[in-house]
């Protein structure tokens, strides 16, 4: 009896989930269905030491400064976009793709860890031969950001924390989507390995973003294809299961914070459901130096939701970081009791002394 009714749960169960997939199943989408809609001219792809493969743009001015722009969680390197189209005249700006996410896709190492994507960042700088540059990145590419400052700060210029992760965060105050709750979740994770809607990528973004209509179809669509993208799903269940220790890795990137001395801007949506307004303040009193700069009417991805805004403010902090320091004029003086010459001092012709 026992048995007829365990066998008629799991039939109810195999029933339940061929409904289930046939409403809301997707199945991978390879590199190769996903070349033609998502990559540009400007996209490269390099095999890096570790033998993970990265697709990076290097686009703008070749001669400019660098600026480096590092995404967010279930997002990719055509979030920057905005950015890159405004300040390509002026600056060098190189954008990619962490591993499992956009086209990059997956690592064999299968470390989505905070420093995995530090070392993966930094082969990518080594690749490139990039020296004091700025580093910018959004959510948790900008605790990438802080991450990389403090591992590797030599190399850089100043940081641009946009909504960025790494403080320590009261999650009463914070309101993540339905899609990250769901990938936290035992279980309910598996699952959406083969069945993920398109719906819960569509409330993902409505929910960051302050403004539905800046969520246009075209949008929605990247954002779910590259969900799609052979393993990335399964990247995204191994990366929240590590969020399990989030906070004690917020804490700690927090304490080494204040030792960034580097120039900085943090940029902010007033009405970030994701990472609350409150840690931007948090941010700006562990680096006293940086400048705050917050938008009101704006979530999570202020360089999406107000392009022209945020990039003009970028451009005033990389003319700002980049500047090439004037040489020391010397002093020019006359001749005479009042004004004797200094040692080192420029006297022009018509003024030399006994002339």
Not at 7 to 29: H, Q, R, S, T, Y
Not at 48 to 60: F, I, K, N
Request: some cysteine.
């Amino acid at each position: 009896m026992v048995g007829r009714i365990f066998g008629g749960l799991v039939a109810l169960l195999v029933v339940a989930f061929v409904a289930l997939f046939a409403i809301w199943g997707a199945l991978d989408k390879s590199t190769e269905e996903l070349l033609p809609r998502y990559a540009s001219e400007a996209s490269q792809f390099l095999t890096l030491p570790s033998g993970a493969t990265v697709h990076y743009r290097d686009e703008g001015n070749k001669d400019g400064p660098v600026l480096l722009l590092v995404h967010g969680s279930n997002a990719s390197l055509h979030t920057w976009e905005p950015w890159v189209r405004l300040l390509g005249d002026d600056y060098r700006v190189i954008t990619l793709d962490l591993p499992g996410h956009g086209l990059t896709g997956t690592h064999e190492s299968d470390d989505y860890s905070r420093a995995g994507q530090v070392a993966f960042v930094k082969e990518l700088v080594t690749a490139l031969q990039l020296d004091k540059f700025v580093m910018g990145g959004n959510s948790m590419g900008g605790g990438v950001t802080l991450q990389y400052a403090v591992t590797h700060g030599d190399d850089l210029l100043g940081i641009i924390p946009v909504s960025s992760s790494g403080m320590p965060r009261n999650v009463e105050n914070a309101s993540p989507p339905l899609a990250f709750r769901l990938a936290a979740t035992p279980v309910v994770n598996q699952l959406m390995l083969v069945i993920t809607p398109r719906s819960i990528v569509e409330n993902g973004l409505k929910h960051s973003i302050e403004d539905d209509a800046l969520v246009t179809e075209a949008m929605i669509d990247r954002y779910f294809d590259m969900t799609l993208h052979d393993g990335n799903r399964g990247a995204t269940r191994a990366r929240f299961q590590g969020y399990a220790n989030r906070g004690v890795a917020d804490a700690t990137l927090a304490e080494k914070i204040p030792s960034i001395e580097l120039p900085a801007l943090i940029i902010w949506g007033e009405n970030d459901p994701l990472i609350p307004v409150e840690s931007a303040h948090k941010m700006k009193e562990a680096l006293p130096q940086a400048k705050l700069v917050i938008y009101e009417n704006v979530g999570h991805i202020a360089m999406e939701e107000v392009p022209e805004e945020s990039a003009a403010e970028v451009r005033a902090f990389m003319a700002q970081v980049t500047a090439v320091p004037q040489a020391a004029v010397p002093p020019m003086v006359l001749c005479g009791e009042v004004a004797p010459i200094a040692e080192g001092a420029v006297i022009p012709a018509p003024f030399k002394c006994g002339g």
